[in-house]
């Protein structure tokens, strides 16, 4: 008996530490560039919700406050970012984060019969600077023009995009392959 209460009571500190790291693991980071740890929940409608840690108010997960969030749920980060697309900036999932970070933006259609289509489009930043459009599911846009984009991104490294093009296919994953290469060349071959 004394057994099954010492191993009720480990069970339950166990539960209670799990459930305090979890709580833990979301954060967003503000215009001022401070992090905040809490809990992000996506109500039924309207923006996504933060409270932190040490507050009782939720607080709007907004573009007016806030540079980027982090999901820990689906382990997603997502970052403020302004596209041709956009007439403001919009929050989009970051796919690959280094000297160049890759960016998704989806775009979803339901026509009057019920019968949607969805578009996507990848966007590579080098530098924090401007993104530039690098892959698309539409016929919107240039392909030759988003390769153009992609090959200036990766040109730093001419071994790099001489294999980029020698591979002779401009999959979304290719694309996301080269990008992973190049943090990597960047960060640890040659600077």
């Keep these: 008996m004394k057994k099954n209460f010492i191993n009720a009571i480990f069970l339950f500190v166990l539960l209670s530490a799990s459930t305090i790291a979890n709580a ?11 992090t905040l740890i809490g809990n992000i929940k996506a109500p039924l409608f309207g923006p996504l919700k933060f409270i932190a840690n040490e507050a009782k108010q939720k607080v709007d997960i907004s573009i007016k406050e806030h540079l ?5 749920k689906d382990s997603t980060a ?6 041709p697309l956009k007439n403001s900036p919009v929050f989009l999932q ?16 339901v026509g009057a019969n ?6 996507t489009f990848w966007y590579a930043i080098k530098d924090n600077g401007k993104p530039l ?10 392909r030759k023009e988003r390769e153009n984009n992609f090959y200036g991104i990766i040109g730093d ?10 591979e002779k296919s401009y999959s ?3 694309i996301r392959s080269y990008i992973k290469k190049y943090n990597y060349y960047y960060k640890y071959l040659k600077k």
Aim: hydrophobic letters at 35%.
């Design 78 to 83: 997502y970052i403020a970012v302004s596209i």
């Design 133 to 142: 459009d690098v892959k698309a599911s539409s016929l919107l846009g240039s």
């Design 157 to 166: 490294y001419p071994e790099l995009l001489e294999d980029f093009k020698n």
């Design 172 to 174: 979304f994953e290719m």
């Design 94 to 109: 970051r796919l690959e984060n280094g000297k160049v970070q890759l960016v998704v933006y989806y775009i979803t259609h």
């Design 24 to 34: 833990q693991k979301d954060y967003v980071v503000s215009l001022t560039g401070d």
């Design 114 to 119: 019920g019968i949607g289509t969805s578009q």
């Design 68 to 72: 980027s969030y982090y999901t820990s």
